[in-house]
């Protein structure tokens, strides 16, 4: 069985400063993991995913990710905010197995505020 | 331009009523998923799919039974709907195996209200 948290359910920040959403997931397999964003009123849209291969992914709209293996996270960044970026994140993993058929499992999603 | 279309956005039914949530996908895909999403708990699965007929529960199938006969559409009914099935409910498809082109995608959502 596979859990993933998501350390901080509201992050208030600034327009064009940072940005970190911290993710940490357990798993007795190895996995794949995810970033999702679902802005208001819409259904949940992919970031970024890491599968294999350099720790550091890159996503869309600036964001990128990094997979650390030994602390089992995979925090989410952006160096520089939109106001456009107000949203809910979710970190997701999916299990290797065939028998997973492509399953995710979802963090409890982390609300973003960008304030200008 | 890829879709998975929810024939409701906003829905609300009584107690004890028979709902029906519907979702089509033009991917060809053979994976699909029901999802539902409360604040604070993400999205937790419901119920799954492979194929045409088939299907397996996910983790919170209690009051709920899907549907699978066309390979493009994969209905969830709640039997006897009750106030807390009041839930975002978010249909999804992916190809089967991973590869680096695989994603989840995800329709617009049904918001319902059981009253």
């Known amino acids: 069985a596979q859990s993933v948290t998501q350390l901080d359910s509201q992050v208030p920040v600034f327009e064009e400063a940072p940005v970190e959403l911290r993710c940490n997931y357990s798993?007795?397999?190895?996995?794949?993991l995810f970033w999702y964003v679902q802005y208001p009123n819409q259904g949940l849209q992919l970031l970024l995913k890491?599968?294999?291969?350099?720790?550091l992914v890159k996503g869309i709209n600036g964001f990128e990710a990094e997979f650390n293996k030994s602390q089992t996270s995979f925090h989410l960044r952006k160096p520089s905010v939109h106001i456009s970026d107000t949203a809910e994140y979710f970190c997701?993993?999916?299990?290797?197995?065939?028998?997973?058929?492509?399953?995710?499992?979802f963090g409890g999603g982390t609300r973003v505020l960008v304030k200008p | 331009d890829v879709k998975v279309t929810q024939s409701s956005r906003y829905l609300v039914k009584r107690t004890g009523e028979k709902v029906f949530l519907e979702c089509v996908q033009d991917?060809?895909?053979?994976?699909m998923f029901w999802y539902r999403q409360d604040p604070g708990l993400g999205l937790r699965l419901i119920y799954f799919?492979?194929?045409?007929?088939?299907?397996e529960k996910g983790d919170i199938p209690e009051g709920y039974s899907v549907s699978r006969e066309k390979k493009e559409r994969f209905s969830l009914i709640l039997e006897s709907a009750s106030t807390n099935q009041t839930s975002m409910y978010l249909c999804?498809?992916?190809?089967?195996?991973?590869?680096?082109?695989?994603?989840?995608?995800f329709g617009q959502g049904t918001r319902l209200t059981v009253v």
């Open positions: 997701a993993v999916s299990d290797l197995s065939k028998a997973a058929g492509n399953k995710l499992t």
């Open positions: 799919s492979y194929d045409v007929k088939m299907k």
């Open positions: 798993s007795s397999v190895s996995v794949y």
């Open positions: 999804a498809s992916t190809p089967p195996g991973i590869s680096m082109n695989t994603e989840a995608f």
């Open positions: 890491y599968l294999s291969g350099s720790t």
């Open positions: 991917m060809d895909h053979e994976n």
